[in-house]
């Protein structure tokens, strides 16, 4: 499920197509499924206001992100177990959709498959890769571009890619 916040100003943009709540929805589906993730997951479309306040009340950091991911309890709402939540800052999304040079829809996608991946239990902060490994074998069947765990790696461990 796709919440959008009413705070959430309008993308003025023409790289704004495909982010319809409808479009997103449908992706979502699809994702999950690639995960393998169980129960009903929801996406937060909010600000970076909203990001800073959960991140400052849940992990203690006083600055906006870009993604967070909030698992289920094993909570059974209507007798469907919920997956988790998961919020994502419009707005730094379109900061970084900018910078990577692809349209917000392609951005919103990443960052739903990485908060998606934290729900499944991944958590590349602690973990030995496998995470990232699963994160980019999942984008390269989903046709998602360069995603966040690559970002964040040093241009020196990088692995470089070989062209035929």
């Given at each position: 499920m796709i919440l959008l916040d009413p705070e959430l100003e309008p993308d003025p943009?023409?790289?704004?197509?495909?982010?319809?709540t409808r479009a997103l929805a449908h992706y979502l589906a699809?994702?999950?499924a690639a995960v393998r993730l169980r129960g009903q997951a929801t996406?937060?479309?909010?600000?970076d206001a909203t990001l800073r306040?959960?991140?400052?009340?849940?992990?203690?950091?006083?600055k906006p992100t870009d993604v967070l991911s909030f698992p289920?309890?094993?909570?059974?709402?209507?007798?469907?177990k919920s997956a988790g939540d998961v919020a994502i800052?419009?707005?730094t999304a379109r900061r970084q959709a900018a910078e990577q040079g692809h349209p917000l829809a392609a951005e919103l996608k990443?960052?739903?498959?990485?908060?998606?991946?934290?729900l499944a239990g991944y958590d590349h902060e602690?973990?030995?890769?496998?995470?990232?490994?699963?994160?980019r074998q999942l984008r390269a069947r989903l046709g998602l571009p360069q995603g966040l765990i690559e970002r964040a790696r040093p241009k020196s461990t990088r692995k470089r890619s070989r062209k035929p």
């Open positions: 943009s023409p790289h704004g197509r495909g982010t319809s699809q994702a999950q996406v937060l479309l909010t600000t306040d959960l991140n400052k009340r849940f992990r203690g950091k006083d289920a309890t094993n909570l059974v709402q209507n007798q469907e800052s419009v707005e990443v960052l739903i498959l990485h908060g998606l991946l934290h602690s973990d030995t890769g496998q995470m990232h490994r699963r994160e």
